[in-house]
């Protein structure tokens, strides 16, 4: 049970950075980007340019907090971090769920205050796949390491 929940994670440092530069949204129109389609990277750079505080939230959230949060899990399925850190590495794949509400929340603010047309696009169902076993992950080996 541990290697495949070791092997899943790990797919999860391949699978996040494509999920990263995967098209996240299409927009017909959008005078923030101007772009038809849109990912994670893009949507930094432009946030970069326009909100750098923003950016810097984003950042984090899509980013650094799944990333780390994989890493750590790797870590203590290896049984090279004690496992009493796994509720704060928990509390990281959260925060990068947070991060696919904030799209979300876009795609609601655009389609209802503009005639622009947005639509999810792959890489918005691979990164909330990505997060989602994630959080499924830890939990996994949460119960794991107590019966163990």
């Known amino acids: 049970m541990m290697t495949s929940l070791r092997i899943l994670n790990l ?3 391949v699978l996040f950075p494509v999920a990263w530069f995967a098209p996240l949204l299409r927009a017909a129109f959008l005078p923030l980007f101007g772009l038809n ?3 994670i ?4 750079q432009a946030l970069w340019d326009s909100d750098v505080f923003l950016a810097v939230i984003v950042t984090a959230l ?3 907090a799944p990333y780390l ?3 750590g899990l790797a870590l203590v399925q290896f049984r090279l971090l004690d496992s009493r850190a796994l509720p704060a590495i928990g509390y990281m794949g959260k925060l990068a769920m947070a991060d696919i509400f904030l799209i979300a929340l876009y795609v609601v603010v655009v389609k209802g205050v503009s005639r622009a047309h947005v639509e999810g696009a792959w890489g918005l169902y691979l990164f909330t796949l990505c997060v989602l ?4 992950l830890s939990i996994l ?4 390491m107590r019966k163990g």
């Open 11 to 13: 797919s999860l440092l």
């Open 69 to 71: 949060k994989t890493i």
């Open 62 to 64: 899509a980013l650094f």
């Open 141 to 144: 080996t949460e119960r794991h």
């Open 133 to 136: 076993s994630s959080i499924i």
């Open 41 to 44: 990277v893009s949507g930094l």
């Open 37 to 39: 389609e849109i990912s």
